[in-house]
Nanobody, 115 residues
Framework: QVQLVESGGGLVQPGGSLRLSCAASGRTFSINTMGWYRQASGKQRELVASIRNGYVTKYADSVKGRFTISGDNAKNTVYLQMNSLKPEDTAVYSC?????????WGQGTQVTVSS
């Protein structure tokens, strides 16, 4: 089993920044993909960013140039640096980890961008 603990959500003004963290513990493997999905009220879940094996990154078009995903393999932790935040970034952000054919999820953290 793998446990994911997220932190870093909150309320921020438009144009501001937040950094999300997701730490994995338990039976982890070095071959994995970690990342973040988000779901806004009344909308479908969207893949925001992912990082495979610690260095291959992928981003949604809506966040390219504003968000950066990075990983610390020694700590089994992934970070999502979110800059130039917009009201449309408001959503529940959920961390995931895929390994050995299984998917694991964090509890989700609310990000609200509002003045």
């Amino acid at each position: 089993q793998v446990q994911l603990v997220e932190s870093g959500g909150g309320l921020v003004q438009p144009g501001g920044s937040l950094r999300l963290s997701c730490a994995a513990s338990g039976r982890t493997f070095s071959i994995n993909t970690m990342g973040w999905y988000r779901q806004a009220s009344g909308k479908q879940r969207e893949l925001v960013a992912s990082i495979r094996n610690g260095y291959v990154t992928k981003y949604a078009d809506s966040v390219k140039g504003r968000f950066t995903i990075s990983g610390d393999n020694a700590k089994n932790t992934v970070y999502l640096q979110m800059n130039s935040l917009k009201p449309e970034d408001t959503a529940v952000y959920s961390c995931f980890r895929s390994q050995q054919g299984y998917d694991y999820w964090g509890q989700g953290t609310q990000v609200t961008v509002s003045s």
